[in-house]
């Protein structure tokens, strides 16, 4: 079934379109959830939350990229899952390095506190369209599916090093890159 046509069984509201959904997103979305909440349970909980989340949303939402919208959703409500369960300190140790790695970046960590969240995800979405395609992808599956340095570089067929040198340089000009738009 393609995501067009997913997306028509949610505005028809026809309960199908969950069934379709968990069968060609589900594993991912497990385990997308999985890596942030690190429980099997949790995140099983997570991706039904999820569900229920894009439920509500399509419609009035058309996503043009279904996968990506259904990923965000499934990330945000693992990471509230976290900080609502006050687990944020026991979370997953690949959340933990990634999101240090990222306020590495600021040099502190509120951010936010000179911009609001979406014009700052607006310039991180701007700023990794300046990357190269694998290094774009590889700063993705860091930072936001949270995946660990090796299983990157076995997805990418590189070395994990590779991995980290690619992260490390991609984080230097991202902050360059916040600076000069005056984020930082």
């Known amino acids: 079934m393609t995501d067009e046509e997913l997306i ?4 028809d509201r026809n309960e199908e379109a969950i069934r379709q959904t968990d069968r060609q997103y589900g594993a991912g979305c497990r385990a997308l959830s999985c890596r942030i909440v690190n429980s099997r349970e949790d995140a099983e909980e997570c991706v039904n939350d ?13 996503p043009q990229l279904f996968a990506a919208f259904l990923h965000k959703i499934v990330r945000n ?9 006050g687990a944020w300190k026991r979370g997953g140790r690949v959340v933990r390095v990634a ?7 600021a040099g502190y960590e509120d951010v936010e506190s000179s911009a609001t969240a979406s014009e700052l995800g607006a310039a991180v979405d701007r700023f990794l369209r300046t990357l190269p395609q694998r290094q774009c992808n590889v700063f993705l599956r860091r930072y936001f ?19 980290s040198v690619e992260l490390s340089r991609a984080r230097k000009k991202l902050r360059t890159y916040l600076t000069q738009e005056g984020y930082l």
Do not use: C, G, M, N
């Not at 229920?52 to 399509?58: E, K, V």
């Not at 999101?99 to 970046?105: G, S, T």
């Open 8 to 11: 028509a069984l949610y505005f």
């Open 50 to 62: 999820s569900y229920f989340t894009l439920w509500q949303q399509i419609p009035p939402k058309r």
């Open 77 to 85: 409500v693992s990471l509230d899952k976290l900080r609502r369960d």
């Open 99 to 105: 999101l240090d790695e990222l306020i590495q970046v």
């Open 145 to 163: 599916y949270f995946e660990d340095r090796s299983e990157i570089a076995h997805r990418y067929d590189i070395s994990p090093q590779t991995v």
